[in-house]
């Protein structure tokens, strides 16, 4: 049953749901998978070594799917940044018209995405909405509300997204996507009543079979909680949620410890290039990598099309559940009320009659400044 809301009509997509750019997971495998399936499949630009190598992987997503898909295009500080402007020439050569942007600056290769004829649909990731109104005035076409549940960049002010989708919702003027802590159907339900036009998900398709990504990576995703996520340079306001791992737990460490605040202290810890070969060899442990505290809610390792198909029946089910809730006639009440007791009858204990000043003997009482606390409540 397809979905029509702003971003299924503007993407030509079956389901509002997009596979956000990951870095060294949005190869063609996963982006073809995801636009077969209905969704929204993305490559990671900067996976790529050149603008060249990324020409070359458009083409390859391209003979897997007839389907769209799209290029992320992050734009992060760097001693040596990369030719971005290289990258979106190559996207708009190849005839990509779908980009999901973030990071920094974006104006000038917004730019030079829009100059493009036709001009290129960008979403662009926000963690807050002073950030989005400012993309607004960029020119995007979506933005994508990132909350602080979602994994890698959370930002520095910690709004998740039950009021951050709220916020969008009230003061925005362009359409916008829910990011961060989605990885079924009732969740995109509540992102669409919250007002958002659809979901971007990264961590639960990393957990898929077509992800290309280690076994043993996916099944540690798997067997984690909600609470194995690690916060790390938060100190160099440049916050990234991390598995929790030994080395980002290290990392943590040596930041929260650090007497000089030297980055090169904790670089070591946070290499990208460990965090590579994580996804190669399958060490959970061998460096860090990204994970939101979605992975909580991931229990197995479906296919995309299983999964994309799933969230749909689930969404449906949930909104027409939601919608049969509303009836015409206040119900009549199921359970039948006790009597109470006499409110006029003296209370007592095995300590004898509890009034109004009366204590407990045996209570705990703590006093703090001019507050005195009690396990009954409070005086002052």
Request: net charge neutral; charged share 20%.
């Amino acid at each position: 049953m397809p979905f029509n809301t702003a971003l299924t009509r503007a993407l030509g997509i079956k389901v509002p749901v997009v596979q956000g750019g990951m870095q060294w997971v949005g190869y063609a495998e996963l982006a073809s998978a995801v636009s077969n399936a209905g969704g929204l499949g993305i490559l990671t630009a900067l996976t790529q070594p050149t603008p060249e190598d990324l020409r070359k992987e458009i083409r390859r997503c391209r003979s897997m799917t007839d389907k769209p898909f799209g290029v992320n295009l992050t734009l992060l500080p760097a001693l040596h940044p990369p030719d971005y402007p290289a990258y979106a020439r190559v996207i708009l050569e190849e005839g990509i018209r779908i980009v999901e942007t973030a990071g920094n600056s974006p104006g000038p290769v917004i730019k030079q995405l829009k100059a493009a004829n036709p001009p290129c649909i960008i979403l662009h990731k926000c963690t807050t909405i002073r950030h989005a109104q400012s993309a607004v005035k960029l020119g995007v076409d979506f933005l994508s509300i990132d909350g602080f549940e979602c994994a890698g960049h959370v930002g520095e002010s910690d709004i998740t997204n039950f009021i951050l989708l709220s916020k969008a919702r009230q003061t925005l003027g362009v359409p916008f996507i829910a990011s961060g802590g989605f990885a079924d159907g009732q969740g995109l339900a509540a992102a669409l009543s919250l007002g958002a036009e659809g979901i971007n998900m990264g961590t639960r398709f990393m957990c898929t079979a077509e992800a290309p990504i280690h076994q043993k990576i996916k099944e540690a995703i798997v067997q984690a909680q909600e609470t194995d996520t690690e916060l790390v340079l938060r100190r160099w306001k440049n916050t990234s949620r991390l598995f929790r791992n030994k080395v980002a737990t290290e990392a943590v460490k040596v930041e929260r410890e650090s007497t000089t605040g030297k980055f090169e202290e904790v670089a070591p810890f946070v290499s990208g290039k460990r965090g590579r070969q994580v996804f190669l060899n399958g060490d959970k442990d061998y460096g860090v990598w990204t994970a939101g505290q979605v992975i909580g809610l991931i229990h197995d390792i479906p296919t995309c099309d299983e999964l994309v198909k799933r969230i749909e029946r689930e969404a449906v089910e949930t909104l027409s559940k939601a919608t049969s809730l509303i009836t015409d006639e206040v119900p009549q009440q199921e359970i039948a009320g006790k009597k109470m007791p006499d409110t006029n009858a003296e209370a007592t204990s095995e300590h004898g009659r509890v009034g109004e000043n009366v204590n407990n003997p045996e209570a705990q009482t703590l006093r703090y400044g001019n507050f005195e606390f009690s396990a009954s409540g409070y005086d002052c």
